[in-house]
């Protein structure tokens, strides 16, 4: 414990400078009893950061859509495909996350690919802030656009149950959270929500520094935008990676990125023609989370 807090110290972490080791690692993290009233404050310290990662997972794949040359006869997913990823605050384990490609279904009348992203915490900081959620997103099988997206929240407190319906009749969506909706939302030609974009993208080739792409959370439809950084080789997991680095414009993304002087999201994807996210980082003004790629089951052949 002692050494825990050394190290954060080492790194001038903001947390660990803000609360002496008694007041937070024993009381609040290492501790079997906590203090009610001393953890009211730090809990939503750890609940922002915590709720920021799992949000800038979701955003940062909203903003990255490219409009560049398409592989057009090598598909870079097939149904099947799981990847599960190790999430940390700092250095300590918080949670995992779960981006799956499930089987094509029939949805009003069209067939359509079902991407499934689900996160939660681990058993130590469910004691602290438990996370389930689950996000359902599904598009046409010519990835042209969305068609259905679903978001069920629970962290904490909050519950949420989103569903985005699309109806390109009218080029609207509209937006409803346990059955109560929202007035409709124009859209861009080809919008896609905030998961499916992200398997939007992987079709694209990454070589131009700009992309762009219309996205829609059905509240409201703007043009992410995001920045091809540099070409990388890094190690995650013991396993080394040629990818590129992308950082999203957070023009768009409020709460906590908002009120952070120098947030940023940086996304590595593999270089090859699957695009396969390997390592996500966002930071805020309250820490880093990193996300990193653990296991990859059902990859289609010839990265």
Known sequence: MELVYARLRKRAHPIASRFPLS????DHFFANKLSRQNWTGN?????RLLRAFIFSAIVVISLIAATLEANENVL????????????????????????EVLPVEPLNGLNTYHFLLTAKTNTFFDNLYKVR???DAYTDVEMTRSVLYKKKQREGKTKRDIVVNFNWQKSQAQYSNFDKKQAPIEL????FDPLSVFYFMRFFGLKKAELQHPVTD???????????????TIKVESKTYDTYLIEPE?????????KSKNASIQLWVTADRRHLPVKIKSKVVVGTFVGELVTAEGLNSGG
């Open 76 to 99: 870079p997913f097939s149904p099947g495909e799981k990847l599960t990823f190790r999430l940390k605050w700092v250095f300590i384990p918080v949670g995992e996350a779960v981006l």
């Open 188 to 191: 861009l030609p080809g919008s």
């Open 43 to 47: 809990k939503m310290i750890c609940l």
């Open 133 to 135: 959620d689950r996000i």
């Open 23 to 26: 007041d937070f690692y024993k």
């Open 250 to 258: 957070l023009k768009h993304i409020r709460g906590v990125f908002e």
């Open 218 to 232: 059905g509240k409201k439809c703007v043009i992410g935008k995001a920045t091809v950084i540099k070409r990388e």
